[in-house]
């Protein structure tokens, strides 16, 4: 869908939901790797306006998701400083024709790049995931309905339609996919392992989706929020909010994160090499996310189709380097907890 569009479709949404007369022109927002975020402005006030994909809304399970994300994200708000999406006649999840919407209040801060993180950041950040393993989310009533049926991709199947396609990607997918069929098989194993000890967590909790006013986080975009395994979401976090701005990690920063968490929650056990080995399932799923846009498989525009090839590079380096990096990690995490 154009701007144009979208901008007839704000308009509609505004008379709908009672939000005032649209002032001005929706201002396109940068960052959001999946949905498109808006700015608008009314006579009534200011709105963050995230427009859902419609590639990622046709999945049958898409919608319950989104839904059940937003009750995570209004429960997690009375312990921590969530962002919910607003809600008009008890729904989260507003509808225009065929495209789906979710309204925020506006929030005047912003996310922090690598090299702005601090130690006190991410004292503070552990501290809030260990709060939102403490909420209660049981009167959500929401299934764990993970199963370890888990499945090795077909990573071959890419690298074909890739070749054919004459995609940018395909040295650097031949060069690993041997290692990536390993590392997936390795996962899924400790997936099964891990699963019997869940908790409902946001999921994506990496600098971007963090919006500081001062010194005060506010939590925002919780549609990856959901069951994970506990350790598996705080290394995978602490990983994100210690890394710089070439993906190297800062001991210090990781090492704070996982002070804060401890601080709140206790002392803890864990087998970090399984954890961590875990922690490739959720590169590897945008990985072929991210390929299947750069083939037009799952793909709603050009501008799409090229975040897509641009993940797809990023995201095989970042695969690598965090393969490197596990052993030191694990070294890290024991010497923490010894």
């Known amino acids: 869908m154009s701007d144009i569009q979208y901008n007839l479709q704000f308009e509609k949404l505004c008379m709908m939901l009672q939000l005032g007369?649209?002032?001005?022109?929706?201002?396109?927002?940068?960052?959001?790797?999946?949905?498109?975020?808006?700015?608008?402005?009314?006579?009534?006030?200011?709105?963050?306006?995230?427009?859902?994909?419609?590639?990622i809304m046709i999945r049958p399970t898409a919608m319950q998701n989104i839904i059940n994300s937003e009750r995570i994200a209004n429960i997690a708000a009375n312990n921590v400083p969530a962002l919910p999406a607003k809600q008009f006649n008890s729904a989260s999840v507003q509808q225009i024709d065929n495209q789906c919407y979710l309204v925020f209040d506006w929030v005047d801060g912003r996310s922090l790049k690598p090299n702005e993180i601090?130690?006190?950041?991410?004292?503070?950040?552990?501290?809030?995931?260990?709060?939102?393993?403490?909420?209660?989310?049981?009167?959500?009533?929401?299934?764990?309905?993970?199963?370890?049926?888990a499945q090795l991709t077909d990573w071959n199947y890419y690298l074909q339609q890739g070749q054919k396609n004459n995609a940018l990607w395909v040295s650097l997918l031949v060069e690993t996919i041997d290692q990536l069929y390993d590392w997936n098989a390795q996962a899924n194993n400790a997936a099964k392992l891990l699963a019997s000890n869940m908790v409902i967590s946001h999921g994506d909790l990496d600098s971007k989706n963090v919006m500081w006013n001062q010194d005060t986080p506010i939590l925002i975009d919780w549609e990856a929020s959901g069951y994970i395994n506990p350790m598996q979401n705080l290394t995978e976090t602490a990983i994100y909010w210690s890394e710089n701005e070439t993906g190297n990690m800062d001991k210090e920063r990781f090492s704070a994160f996982i002070g804060g968490y401890k601080k709140r929650y206790g002392p803890l056990q864990a087998n970090w090499k399984m954890v961590l080995e875990n922690g490739f399932l959720g590169t590897l799923g945008w990985l072929e996310y991210s390929l299947k846009r750069s083939l037009w498989i799952e793909c709603t525009d050009e501008k799409e189709q090229q975040m897509g090839t641009d993940q797809v590079t990023g995201t095989i380096t970042a695969i690598r380097r965090y393969a490197d990096q596990i052993s030191e990690i694990e070294q890290w995490l024991n010497d923490e907890n010894s």
């Open 118 to 149: 601090n130690t006190v950041h991410c004292e503070k950040m552990g501290e809030i995931v260990a709060e939102i393993h403490m909420t209660d989310f049981s009167e959500l009533g929401i299934v764990n309905n993970w199963s370890n049926s």
């Open 21 to 55: 007369e649209l002032v001005g022109t929706p201002e396109a927002l940068t960052g959001g790797l999946l949905h498109r975020m808006y700015a608008i402005k009314t006579t009534h006030g200011k709105y963050a306006v995230k427009a859902l994909n419609p590639q």
